[in-house]
């Protein structure tokens, strides 16, 4: 069974601050992606990974995809109230994907 | 553009009892999913299709979990009988291929089992 394991599970900062979340595979994706899931709502495509190294930047947003394609990174410059939610990696393998359990971000003003 | 459209948005029934849900996706989207998220966990895919057939089901209990997609569009998840065990949020999406990238997602219907 292929699973992705995110950490921190839960991160409460302070408006301003930095932070990095993780997620962490044995195996190894053809693409991985990372979700922002607001209350209420379903999950939102922030970007996709594909290629081994690859970094992506959305604004304050950084992602990483590592070397051997098995773990990924996040971090957020600065962060504001509205970033807050839960941040899902989700695998592609043999076409489908598989969604870690997610970081819930909390920043407060 | 509309986005994936769900309802009921929240559903309370009690065990053994059953329940449907719906969605319709995006238009013109050929592959449909339905995805079960219980409460701490990511999205679980339970069924995958395209057009109106089935791709992937091998994680929906079919002994108690049943889909449809008649018509290519529109999509019916029902639940019979209920478990304290199924209460999540069911969660649908929709792409416009298979293996397409890009997944939208509704906004999900949230079901308790008591």
């Known amino acids: 069974t292929q699973l992705l394991e995110q950490s921190p599970q839960f991160l409460s900062i302070q408006e301003g601050e930095n932070l990095t979340v993780y997620c962490n595979s044995s195996?190894?994706?053809?693409?991985l992606q990372w979700y922002r899931q607001e209350p209420g709502e379903g999950p939102v495509l922030l970007v996709t990974v594909v290629t081994g190294g690859e970094v992506k930047k959305l604004k304050r947003l950084t992602f990483q995809f590592g070397d051997a394609r098995k773990d990924s990174s996040l971090h957020i410059t600065a962060a504001q109230p509205g970033d807050t939610g839960l941040y899902l990696c989700?695998?592609?393998?043999?076409?489908?994907?598989?969604f870690g359990k997610g970081t819930k971000l909390s920043v407060k003003p | 553009e509309a986005g994936v459209a769900q309802s009921p948005r929240y559903k309370i029934i009690e065990k053994r009892q059953s329940v449907a849900f719906w969605c319709n996706p995006i238009?013109?989207?050929?592959?449909l999913y339905w995805y079960q998220q219980i409460l701490g966990q990511g999205p679980k895919l339970l069924i995958q299709f395209q057009n109106n057939g089935v791709v992937d089901d091998s994680q929906l209990p079919k002994d108690r979990f049943s889909a449809e997609r008649l018509k290519g569009v529109d999509s019916t998840l029902k639940i019979q009988p209920a478990k304290l065990e199924d209460s999540a949020v069911y969660l649908c999406?929709?792409?416009?291929?298979?293996?397409?990238?890009?997944?939208?997602f509704g906004p999900g219907t949230r079901l308790l089992v008591l």
């Open positions: 999406a929709s792409s416009a291929r298979p293996r397409q990238e890009t997944q939208y």
């Open positions: 195996s190894v994706f053809s693409s």
């Open positions: 989700a695998g592609r393998s043999q076409g489908n994907l598989i």
């Open positions: 238009s013109g989207h050929a592959t």
